[in-house]
């Protein structure tokens, strides 16, 4: 037995235990959660720990191997950076959902059966939720609301593929499931939602964005990595994965080129980077794998590291459409600078941390002669450095200068933005250390001078490309609007069914309430106050109109009510009704 | 003037001055030149054919983005762009 605890348990308690410090204690214990939690994790030999029965199958709080350790240790490093960021933070509400939020992503990615997956998947949903939400503006409640739901449907999806799962084969074991069964597709269209796939993905760039600015650091690291490390362990090799993950790199870089909020430009980039995961689990082999774990692995930190440049940017200016920002250099210039290590780190600069990894999905693309492929990764290359590279800098530190004067940001925000710096440049310096702790040996080396100067002569000219355009007047014009993407069909849909639904439903009701509450009833009682009378009168209406003999409806009708209201019937009307349903009910069993 | 006022604020940055915008600019039009006059003298080795083909990556790179930027403004913006409130009704 080991002398460890399950890898999530102390984010998770702890952080639940968060709201009972104040001050310096509370801001020291957001600190040591994942650093604890990450000397933890060191303790734990591979293999599967913490196994007890359930239904039937078993479920294993931790199996360690080092696909899910490489995971394990990027997550804590990113908690511990996020929580450095966010050390500012007194709001409960985020400083519990950060720290919950990371812990789930660590319990998902070592969970070694579905169902422990799944309540860690939930938690994900559940926690990540309140960060968007604490934001606490409508657009925040509006975003964290979808959010929810999305991530709530595709919840449900997996559970679904999960059982359907369970039941067929009798395993709960999180291992290969590969595509072919009803329930594989469930479990993967379930992860895809996660993942951000192309018409899956806007809840992602709906609420990246609209999340409070520390919420974000947090969001942008562990949803879509643990999708990918699922990926990773179900469906690796995966052919649909390859088609999936070229869209993603390439559709929205297009968005991100016209898109005004940087955040959303950073989401949008997002989405591109996670692409190039994508298709490396998709093709499948040892050196896609490990580019996808290794591009995995840098992208937390660099995406996290231009998140948090723009948090910084919002928090001191409160604003982050490129339209208000410019010329921020003057003011922020730690923060520039670190922001532009970060667009060097995604856009693959030789040096920095990009470069060693995307470079193995691309190489392993044309290892497998995968031209078209390829051709779309290279182009995907240029425009992240484009629009993610260029554009974020460009706008907000540099460009026009907007004339907003602020202080530079706090210290504990640099000190996280200079250690993920850092991180980038030694990673893109010294690629081996990454290379050992991957899932499969490799002696991959990404300096060559052919590749150095091919990835150059790709960005210098994207460079060119984009000052050219930017001195014509061609690139452009940031402009203050709303751009329209597959949220589209349950943001305006949801109206446009909303608003079929009342009109048909309503219609429906309101035609039933004229025909059956008013006029049926009001015939039905005018019928029943004299059934007997009214039974004569139309019967003798009928037979008059059918014979064509002489009318003499008002003095027969007189005849008739003087009648049944003195009573005056051989034969009582209950009486008759009774046999008649006798009647009726004897032809029926007769007729049997 | 109060004397309140930040004077650092009053320091000109760098880019305010046209000839630094300029220098950038001849830097990244030299960077442009050398790199693709390398591919003159160093033969790329590549695992598609095209890859070690004079200027491959470079004319790649420049109409890629070219491309880009087109396709976003003329075809991507008309289409999905609407009024930041479109959303707010």
């Known amino acids: ?592 | 003037m109060s004397k309140h006022t930040i004077s650092t604020d009053e320091k000109p940055g760098m880019f305010d001055k046209p000839q630094n915008v300029k220098r950038v600019l001849y830097a990244l039009f030299t960077c442009v030149v050398l790199l693709l006059s390398i591919d003159l003298f160093y033969h790329k080795h590549g695992i598609f054919t095209w890859e070690s083909s004079f200027g491959f990556y470079s004319v790649y790179g420049f109409v890629a983005c070219v491309i880009l930027v087109i396709i976003a403004k003329y075809v991507l913006r008309p289409l999905v762009m609407r009024k930041e409130d479109y959303y707010n009704d």
């Open chain 1, 1 to 592: 037995m080991i002398n460890a605890l399950p890898p999530a348990v102390i984010m998770i308690l702890g952080g639940l235990l968060v709201p009972l410090f104040k001050g310096r204690a509370k801001q020291a214990l957001l600190l040591l959660l994942p650093v604890i939690s990450f000397i933890n994790l060191l303790q734990l030999p591979h293999g599967s720990h913490w196994v007890y029965p359930f239904l039937g199958d078993q479920i294993i709080l931790a199996r360690v191997d080092k696909l899910s350790l490489i995971f394990g240790y990027i997550f804590h490093l990113v908690a511990f950076l996020s929580a450095l960021y966010a050390l500012h933070v007194k709001d409960n509400v985020q400083n519990v959902a950060g720290t919950v939020y990371a812990g789930a992503a660590i319990g998902a990615v070592f969970a070694g059966d579905m169902f422990t997956l799944f309540v860690f998947w939930e938690m994900l949903t559940i926690s990540a939720t309140f960060l968007i939400l604490a934001r606490r503006t409508e657009r925040a409640l509006g975003a964290g609301f979808r959010y929810f739901m999305v991530h709530v449907a595709g919840g449900l999806c997996l559970l679904a593929g999960i059982i359907m799962h369970v039941s067929q084969t009798g395993s709960a074991a999180f291992d290969l499931i590969g595509l072919g069964t009803t329930a594989s597709w469930f479990i993967f269209v379930g992860i895809g939602v996660n993942c951000a796939w192309p018409f899956l993905h806007p809840w992602l760039t709906d609420a990246y964005p609209e999340a409070t600015i520390t919420g974000t650091i947090f969001l942008s690291a562990f949803t879509t990595k643990t999708a990918i490390y699922a990926l990773a362990r179900a469906f690796p090799g995966t052919e649909e994965l390859i088609f999936i993950g070229g869209a993603m790199a390439a559709f929205p870089i297009f968005y991100a080129v016209i898109e005004n909020d940087l955040r959303r430009v950073l989401a949008y980039s997002l989405i591109n980077q996670v692409g190039f995961m994508v298709v490396g689990i998709g093709i499948g082999t040892a050196l896609s794998i490990n580019g996808a774990v290794a591009h995995a692995f840098n992208d937390l930190l660099f995406k996290g590291l231009l998140f948090m440049t723009m948090g910084a940017v919002m928090y001191r200016t409160g604003k982050i459409n490129a339209t208000d920002l410019g010329g921020l250099y003057k003011s922020m210039p730690w923060t520039c600078g670190f922001c532009i290590v970060g667009a060097a780190s995604i856009s693959a600069f030789p040096l920095f941390s990009g470069f060693v990894s995307k470079s193995m999905v691309m190489e392993a693309a044309a290892h497998g002669d995968m031209r078209w492929l390829w051709f779309i990764l290279l182009f995907a290359s240029a425009g992240v450095f484009h629009h993610a590279g260029i554009k974020i800098p460009f706008f907000a530190f540099f460009s026009h200068d907007s004339g907003i004067r602020c202080k530079e940001a706090p210290r504990h925000m640099l000190l996280a933005m200079g250690i993920s710096a850092i991180l980038c440049i030694l990673i893109g310096c010294f690629p081996q250390y990454l290379y050992s702790m991957l899932p499969y040996a490799t002696d991959y080396q990404p300096y060559s001078i052919s590749h150095v100067l091919a990835q150059s002569q790709l960005l210098v000219f994207s460079a060119l490309a984009f000052t050219l355009l930017l001195l014509a007047g061609i690139y452009p014009a940031e402009i203050r609007s709303v751009n329209v993407d597959a949220d589209w069909i349950y943001r305006k849909g949801g109206h446009q069914i909303y608003r079929f639904c009342k009109w048909a439903f309503n219609g429906i009701n309101d035609w039933a309430d004229r025909i059956f509450v008013q006029q049926f009833t009001k015939l039905l009682a005018q019928f029943f106050e004299e059934p007997g009378g009214n039974l004569q009168k139309y019967g003798y209406r009928l037979w008059v109109e059918g014979c064509g003999i002489p009318d003499d409806q008002e003095h027969v009708g007189k005849k008739i009510d003087s009648r049944s209201r003195t009573a005056a019937y051989p034969v009582g009307v209950g009486v008759l009704l009774a046999v008649m349903i006798l009647a009726l009910a004897s032809l029926l069993l007769y007729l049997r």
